[in-house]
């Protein structure tokens, strides 16, 4: 059965239109407001956008379920271009440590950071993840996220990496888009503790080709950084996905500039995530590039560091700037974009209306999906956010509170659902 929606009278309907690549420089700020405005969707798809007296008059209007806006904000749902979805328990024993004053290296050699979330994982049932990570889902989707990037690289082995991407594909579309990614090469697992070649090696000629032809991935990403892997591990690591069909993303600079970004460049990346540490010949490679840079402020906000990418001049060279959560259970354990966008514009000085469009429609190009979502056109999904807020701005002002009223997600409200537990059983 056909579904119709109308949703009218918003005081303001951020649309996002514009050209068809990412926003950048000026056009980052342009929301394509249209004042008292209306959607018309029908089964899943926007149909028709503009002024409410025009759309209310229109015959296919007549039967829609009409959902007033009057005195809101309706806005395209948000795009989380970055995620550690599956990802077992939180870190409390890094989060203490890290309060006392240890460094990231020093919270990894005292048994906590990448590593301890690895035993979890391994340990966990495919069951439990599944309930942990649903909870998660259903409260992104609650926020206003509507589309999900999903990495693996909590399993580090050949088992545990498969149940990563088979529980992020079960999920899709479960309530929301789940997009995942092979993170193989996220550290180096204890059978391989000084052998990081040899891992790299495993990855491109086992893992790979396995996820590839398994259709498990969409994109494979490797964390170039210190005591991660360096630039020339990461090459190879990026050169066999591309070979085998996978995006190449890559985690770039969070702790120290190796030359992430010029790879992420020469590799024709889609996104270089993170950026803290990245100097100005690397905001000009790309501001003169096709990768968009990804910006994660709430792994800088929660570690308790001042250093946060350098948006303002991102932005101002020209460079694609998007902004995720970076959800993940030791450096970001949060779900919330409006936060996100919060801290854009407290810590990076980034706009309202940039901030906006860095987490919708240049999330959507991070991830290759803008011509499906990212914005309010006729002819994509309806993926939507009726805000309870008259004015744009308040979503970053009010940080850490859901403004969120209605999230649609292809046409259709997603309802709050009884979170789903694990029996002790699956133990």
């Given at each position: 059965?056909?579904?119709t929606?109308?949703?009218?009278?918003?005081?303001?309907?951020?649309?996002?239109?514009?050209?068809?690549?990412?926003?950048?420089?000026?056009?980052?700020?342009?929301?394509?407001?249209?004042?008292?405005?209306?959607?018309?969707?029908e089964?899943?798809?926007?149909?028709?956008?503009?002024?409410?007296r025009?759309?209310?008059?229109?015959?296919?209007?007549?039967e829609?379920?009409?959902?007033?806006?009057?005195?809101?904000?309706?806005?395209?749902?948000?795009?989380?271009?970055?995620?550690?979805?599956?990802?077992?328990?939180?870190?409390?024993?890094?989060?203490?440590?890290?309060?006392?004053?240890?460094?990231?290296?020093?919270?990894?050699?005292?048994?906590?950071?990448?590593?301890?979330?690895?035993?979890?994982?391994?340990?966990?049932?495919?069951?439990?993840l599944?309930?942990?990570?649903?909870?998660?889902l259903?409260?992104?989707?609650?926020?206003?996220?509507?589309?999900?990037e999903?990495?693996?690289?909590?399993?580090?082995?050949?088992?545990?990496?498969?149940?990563?991407?088979?529980?992020?594909?079960h999920?899709?579309?479960?309530?929301?888009?789940?997009?995942?990614?092979?993170l193989?090469?996220?550290?180096?697992?204890?059978?391989?503790?000084?052998?990081?070649?040899?891992?790299?090696?495993?990855?491109?000629?086992d893992?790979?080709?396995?996820?590839?032809?398994?259709?498990?991935?969409?994109?494979?990403?490797?964390?170039?950084?210190?005591?991660a892997?360096?630039?020339?591990?990461?090459?190879?690591?990026?050169?066999?996905?591309?070979?085998?069909?996978l995006?190449p993303?890559?985690?770039?600079?969070?702790?120290?500039n190796?030359g992430?970004?010029?790879?992420a460049?020469?590799?024709?990346?889609?996104?270089?995530?993170?950026?803290?540490?990245?100097?100005?010949?690397?905001?000009?490679a790309?501001?003169q590039?096709?990768?968009?840079?990804?910006?994660?402020?709430?792994?800088?906000?929660?570690?308790?560091?001042?250093?946060?990418?350098?948006?303002?001049?991102?932005?101002?060279a020209?460079?694609?700037?998007?902004?995720?959560?970076?959800?993940?259970?030791?450096?970001?354990?949060?779900?919330?974009?409006?936060?996100?966008?919060?801290?854009?514009?407290?810590?990076?000085?980034?706009?309202?209306?940039?901030?906006?469009?860095?987490?919708?429609?240049?999330?959507?190009?991070?991830?290759?999906?803008?011509?499906?979502?990212?914005s309010?056109?006729?002819?994509?999904?309806?993926?939507?956010?009726?805000?309870?807020?008259?004015?744009y701005?308040?979503?970053?002002?009010?940080?850490?509170?859901?403004?969120?009223?209605l999230?649609?997600?292809?046409?259709?409200?997603?309802?709050?659902?009884?979170?789903?537990?694990?029996?002790i059983?699956?133990l």
């Amino acid at each position: 059965m056909t579904s119709t929606y109308l949703i009218r009278g918003a005081k303001q309907l951020l649309t996002l239109r514009g050209a068809a690549g990412p926003r950048r420089g000026p056009a980052l700020a342009d929301l394509g407001i249209i004042l008292d405005g209306a959607v018309l969707i029908e089964d899943g798809i926007i149909k028709e956008v503009g002024p409410s007296r025009r759309l209310t008059n229109l015959a296919s209007a007549r039967e829609a379920t009409e959902i007033e806006a009057y005195g809101k904000v309706v806005l395209p749902g948000f795009v989380d271009s970055h995620t550690h979805l599956v990802c077992g328990p939180p870190r409390l024993k890094d989060y203490e440590m890290r309060i006392a004053g240890k460094t990231y290296a020093e919270i990894a050699a005292n048994g906590g950071g990448i590593l301890s979330t690895v035993r979890s994982v391994r340990s966990w049932t495919w069951r439990r993840l599944e309930a942990e990570a649903r909870k998660v889902l259903r409260r992104m989707g609650e926020h206003g996220t509507t589309s999900v990037e999903a990495k693996s690289g909590y399993g580090l082995d050949e088992t545990s990496e498969f149940k990563l991407l088979r529980a992020a594909r079960h999920w899709d579309a479960r309530p929301l888009d789940i997009y995942s990614t092979f993170l193989g090469a996220h550290a180096v697992p204890p059978e391989f503790e000084g052998r990081a070649d040899d891992y790299i090696s495993w990855l491109c000629t086992d893992m790979i080709p396995a996820v590839a032809r398994r259709r498990l991935a969409d994109y494979a990403d490797v964390y170039c950084d210190q005591n991660a892997f360096t630039v020339e591990q990461s090459r190879r690591y990026l050169q066999a996905a591309r070979l085998a069909g996978l995006k190449p993303r890559i985690h770039a600079s969070q702790f120290a500039n190796l030359g992430a970004v010029q790879l992420a460049v020469e590799q024709g990346a889609m996104s270089a995530d993170h950026l803290e540490q990245i100097a100005e010949a690397e905001v000009r490679a790309l501001a003169q590039s096709n990768v968009v840079a990804t910006l994660l402020p709430g792994s800088v906000f929660h570690i308790g560091s001042s250093r946060y990418p350098p948006a303002r001049q991102l932005i101002e060279a020209g460079a694609a700037v998007a902004l995720a959560t970076d959800f993940n259970p030791g450096t970001s354990p949060t779900y919330n974009m409006q936060m996100v966008l919060a801290l854009a514009c407290t810590q990076m000085r980034m706009t309202p209306a940039e901030a906006i469009a860095a987490a919708t429609v240049n999330g959507a190009h991070a991830l290759g999906i803008a011509g499906q979502v990212g914005s309010i056109e006729a002819g994509k999904q309806a993926d939507l956010l009726l805000m309870d807020i008259s004015d744009y701005r308040e979503i970053p002002y009010h940080f850490g509170v859901n403004q969120v009223e209605l999230t649609f997600k292809r046409g259709e409200i997603l309802q709050k659902e009884k979170e789903p537990a694990w029996d002790i059983n699956d133990l």
